[in-house]
């Protein structure tokens, strides 16, 4: 059982429809991550928040917008997304500022569809 | 900038047979490497870690050992099982003052039939 919880597991939206996927941990964890992942691909780093602030946007869309309301807690609202934003969206955590890197522990994804 | 190159698959075993995938990566500093496993329609898991050179990572009979001199974290196990078909990801990480970043390489496909 993965230890980061993200809902819903799958989500059918419109081009025009807003909609927020969820993630929390309770691992204590300081560092939440948001990835892309199109199949047959490896994960593409969206945003990284440590402490609850953003620190690392890869230059997304603004029609993505991540939120972190407290430390257990990881959101990304969705707007006018496009076709070419169906993936698999997966939320990670880590323990920030440990010495060496702490790996990251993944959630097991909301599988998006745009039509 | 850092990169991670996985040796390219699909790979075909058959169940108690060998398995080897290689891994090697380019780094400006001095990263910390692990090798993640993702079962259809699950995210991505932990397999193993290791953060200095001559570090052996294990776990669920995998092994991969750091290899500073030759920038490699190869994956071996000595016996696959059809549960272990998935695919797996070799990647590394460097801190960042702004954040932990992780580079992948693009995954290796492993099936094992029985």
């Known amino acids: 059982d993965t230890e980061v919880t993200q809902t819903p597991k799958h989500l059918v939206m419109g081009m025009t429809n807003k909609k927020s996927l969820k993630c929390e941990q309770h691992m204590g964890h300081r560092a939440m991550y948001w990835y892309k992942q199109k199949a047959k691909k490896p994960p593409e780093l969206m945003f990284v928040?440590?402490?609850?602030?953003?620190?690392i946007n890869e230059s997304v869309p603004s029609r993505f917008s991540p939120e972190c309301p407290n430390s257990s807690l990881l959101n990304l609202h969705l707007h006018a997304l496009q076709p070419e934003d169906s993936a698999l969206y997966l939320c990670?955590?880590?323990?920030?500022?440990?010495?060496?890197?702490?790996?990251?522990?993944f959630g097991d994804g909301t599988r998006l569809s745009i039509l | 900038g850092d990169s991670v190159t996985q040796m390219e698959g699909p790979v075909t075993l058959s169940e108690e047979a060998f398995l080897t995938i290689n891994c090697t990566y380019t780094?400006?500093?001095?990263?910390?490497l692990f090798w993640y496993v993702q079962y259809p329609g699950e995210g991505l898991q932990l397999l193993l870690k290791?953060?200095?050179?001559?570090d052996k990572g294990s776990n669920k009979g995998f092994e991969a050992t750091y290899r500073k001199e030759t920038t490699s974290f190869h994956l071996e196990k000595g016996s696959v099982q059809v549960s272990d078909s998935a695919v797996y990801f070799c990647?590394?990480?460097?801190?960042?003052?702004?954040?932990?970043?992780?580079?992948f390489g693009e995954g290796t496909q492993l099936t094992v039939n029985p």
């Open positions: 990670a955590s880590s323990l920030p500022g440990q010495g060496r890197n702490q790996p990251q522990h």
């Open positions: 928040y440590s402490y609850e602030k953003l620190s």
């Open positions: 290791a953060t200095k050179a001559d």
């Open positions: 780094a400006t500093g001095y990263p910390s």
């Open positions: 990647a590394l990480s460097i801190r960042e003052t702004s954040g932990s970043r992780l580079t």
